[in-house]
């Protein structure tokens, strides 16, 4: 596009597939709403290298905008792991790109990962980085997914660096900034907080909420009165499934009308499906795998209860669709989730992340849906509407656009 700023996102999303991942929605949000005078292409990967081959640029038209990837690596939709770390394998290929001038067309280069940003340490050119999570707490937090775990003091020494040499660090977790600007005064002036958003157009009530339960009961096989408790995100050990299907065998136990429906899909998939078997309520467990946007809203809309069982977050944008939908939701107390969920007014914050503690929530969030739902989830998250949330990106790259070289 002419008479436009050429900006890298360099991470490995797939922005034209459905892998169930909060970065690749945040980074989707940011090609969709674009204006017209920033143009991006995310130097990424490809879930589908037959429709979208490795080193072939794909551009997709979207709300009138061309949106651009190349893809550089290959990844898995199912989100499993590979023998070598995917952080690796995009690593070895963005340094191939940025070797071979590849890169050399972008005028800003923005990272949603710290890894990557290694290796442009003395780059010239203005670098951005989103830290999706509070990373005290991904690298430290018990069943964290996270390979940093295993010496979450090496992770300090890779980010020291690397924080200071960025024009701007946003961050989803303001514990995470407040953090930053206390232990390093190099970084005052750089760190901010960003909140994640929702798509309106997509997520939202709806005209027929009864039609649109019953439709869904329909397809899952399921009497028209079940109560639907949705839950979306990765299979893995951050959204702790495990603790979920516990807390939903007890609560079937009282609600025997009642289904658990997991869209999206990850390495913990055979185990959850396992554990519940263990606990008797296979049947009423239904796994729906990625699913697009537009059928994820169709569900949420037909649910009566949202259910977020993770050991830590950042600012979950399933939580803020959710809602959205005027869904309300059952969540354990982790990241951003009391900027939208008040106890007992529009969902229930688990007291801790016990099965019973969770179960009792997810019990009471059933019995009390109908009062919980509507009007009071949807103000919750007006705003962190994308027009709203975007601007502070956009008008930060416009900024460095202008800036002398």
């Not at 065998?249 to 078997?277: F, M, N, W, Y």
């Amino acid at each position: 596009m002419t008479n436009s700023t050429n900006i890298a996102i360099l991470y490995w999303a797939d922005p034209f597939g459905y892998v169930p991942s909060g970065i690749d929605s945040f980074i989707r949000g940011i090609l969709k709403f674009a204006p017209p005078d920033l143009s991006y292409t995310v130097v990424g990967a490809t879930s589908d290298p037959v429709s979208r081959p490795l080193g072939k640029e794909v551009v997709k038209e979207v709300n009138g905008r061309e949106l651009r990837l190349r893809p550089v690596v290959t990844i898995d939709p199912s989100s499993s792991r590979t023998r070598i770390p995917m952080t690796l394998r995009y690593m070895h290929a963005l340094r191939r790109e940025y070797r071979q001038g590849r890169l050399d067309e972008f005028a800003i280069l923005d990272f949603h990962r710290i890894e990557p940003a290694l290796l442009f340490l003395g780059e010239p050119r203005p670098r951005n980085l989103t830290l999706h999570h509070d990373n005290l707490v991904s690298t430290r937090s018990a069943g964290s997914d996270n390979m940093w775990r295993f010496a979450p003091w090496l992770y300090d020494l890779v980010e020291r660096p690397v924080l200071p040499r960025m024009d701007r660090v946003f961050c989803v977790r303001q514990s995470a900034v407040d953090r930053y600007l206390a232990t390093d005064e190099r970084l005052a002036g750089k760190v901010m907080f960003t909140p994640t958003w929702m798509e309106p157009d997509v997520f939202n009530v709806g005209d027929d909420v009864e039609s649109d339960h019953a439709a869904v009961c329909q397809q899952l096989g399921v009497a028209s009165d079940t109560a639907l408790i949705t839950t979306v995100g990765r299979i893995d050990h951050q959204k702790d499934p495990l603790l979920l299907i516990s807390a939903f065998a007890k609560v079937s136990e009282q609600h025997p009308r009642c289904q658990l429906v997991l869209i999206g899909d990850g390495t913990l998939r055979a185990q959850v499906s396992d554990k519940a078997a263990e606990t008797g309520c296979s049947e009423k467990v239904t796994f729906m795998g990625s699913q697009p946007p537009e059928e994820i809203a169709r569900v949420l809309r037909a649910s009566d209860i949202f259910a977020l069982s993770s050991a830590y977050e950042g600012m979950p944008i399933a939580l803020l669709e959710s809602l959205a939908c005027g869904l309300p939701a059952v969540v354990t107390d982790v990241g951003e989730v009391r900027r939208v969920v008040e106890h007992g007014v529009n969902g229930m914050i688990s007291a801790d992340r016990s099965v019973d503690a969770y179960a009792a929530c997810l019990g009471e969030g059933i019995a009390r849906a109908e009062e919980l739902r509507g009007s009071k989830c949807t103000d919750a998250v007006v705003p962190y509407r994308p027009e709203r949330v975007l601007a502070a990106i956009y008008e930060n790259h416009r900024r460095q656009a202008q800036r002398p070289d």
